[in-house]
């Protein structure tokens, strides 16, 4: 596919998907902590307790219960990331020093767009549609003066100007749910359409260690696209105890060709498989709680999961070339949701997940340092009217930092950071 027409295929998705050309850094990796208002402002604990059309983004299944409806929503994304550098540089033609200090990335936020619909074919059936996007990896690091024999004298956190990456991943998603024993179970699949676009920059230096100097970096954005699915069920196991599971596949896409010589594989980069299992409790009429359990197998993608060493000549962008060295992440989530009236509907939730970047692995996660653990949510829905409702959710995820050494220079110690905010709207009708 020539890179004049890929523009031009993936530029409705994202239309939709986002209004800007950049999803940021997520939460859990790159994985969203949940996605739909309602199912955000309860951590993301939703396998089991579907509301909204956007259910089918984490268990198709749910979509049986969902009736009638279009849910549109906006997300204001905030993460504020930095790296300090300390230590004492080796300052020799054969390490790679970094500046010391503290550096703030400069692009901290990020609107984001999803949107679910769904419709009952009959008593039993559902079909819908769902629009949503992953981020990850977005960073923006100005030209930081670096003193290293190695530089050259040029400027910048990798000796070649302004550094960071541009990636955004957006799904198309269709969606067939039937339920069974009036309503008592379910199930659900559904094929999963993805884009992807990626750009990087300032990272020109690393050209002595790939196997594709020509496209390494700065070559401005590419695109990727691929398809995988999602499958799911639901069932009541007593009144009010509802157990719900999913499997998302890997999704093969095609490479980024404009970095063969930067992702493994020669510019592979594949969407990571998934699983999710929950369960929800009607504590009485008005009380629902939730705990759920994600696990994202990152490491399975070897321009992700591969470690950075050894880093030697020719190794970026070949089969086994080095990544980002993140592992597996398992999360764990608990919302509640408090039905108060017909009016209002106020939702919490906090989860954890130890996040996937080892302390060995920080000088090439400052391009990508997805570090965060704990996020902390709340919302509420009000209704309009029969029809319609407006719902809102917040995240804070507090500041998270992980320390390590600079493998190209010993002596330094580098520290990532990160702290992030959501705010989340939606508006819903029922038809």
Known sequence: MSYRNKPFLLS????????????????????????????????????????????????????????????????????????????????????????????????????????????????????GLTLYGNGGMNTDWRQVNNASPYCGGQPGVFCAGRAGIDMAQAF??????????????????????????????????????????NHLSDKGRDYSFGAGFRIGGQAELIPGLRLGASYKSRIYMSDFERYAGLFAQQGGFDIPDSFNVGLSWDVNRE??????????????????????????????????????GWNDMTIYKFGGQWKQNDQWTWRGGFSYGQQPIEGSEVLFNILAPGVQEWHLTGGFSHALSKQDDLSFAFMYSPQKTITGANPLSPGQSIDLSMTQFSLQFAWSRRF
């Open 12 to 127: 409705g998705a994202f239309a939709i998907i986002s209004l800007t050309p950049s999803l940021a850094s997520a939460t859990n990796g790159y994985f969203a902590h949940g996605y739909g208002a309602r199912s955000k402002a309860m951590a993301g604990a939703s396998t089991a307790f579907s509301q909204d059309a956007i259910a089918a983004a984490v268990n198709p299944a749910g979509l049986a219960y969902v009736g009638n409806r279009l849910d549109i929503e906006a997300e204001l994304f905030a993460p504020f990331r930095e790296y300090r550098v300390s230590g004492t540089p080796a300052f020799s033609q054969q390490s790679f020093d970094l500046g010391p200090g503290t550096q703030e990335s400069e692009s901290n936020f990020f609107p984001i767009g999803t949107l679910g619909w769904s419709h009952k074919l009959d008593d039993q059936q559902t079909i």
């Open 172 to 213: 198309l998603v269709g969606t067939y749910a039937r339920s069974f024993d009036h309503g008592r179970y379910s199930v659900g699949i559904s094929p999963i359409f993805a884009a992807q676009t990626f750009k990087a920059r300032g990272i020109g230096s690393f050209a002595p260690f790939s196997s594709d100097p």
């Open 287 to 324: 009380i629902t709680t939730n705990f759920d359990i994600e696990h994202i197998r990152y490491s399975e993608i070897k321009s992700v999961g591969n470690t950075l060493q050894p880093l030697t000549p020719g190794s970026l962008g070949n089969g086994l070339g080095p990544g980002f």
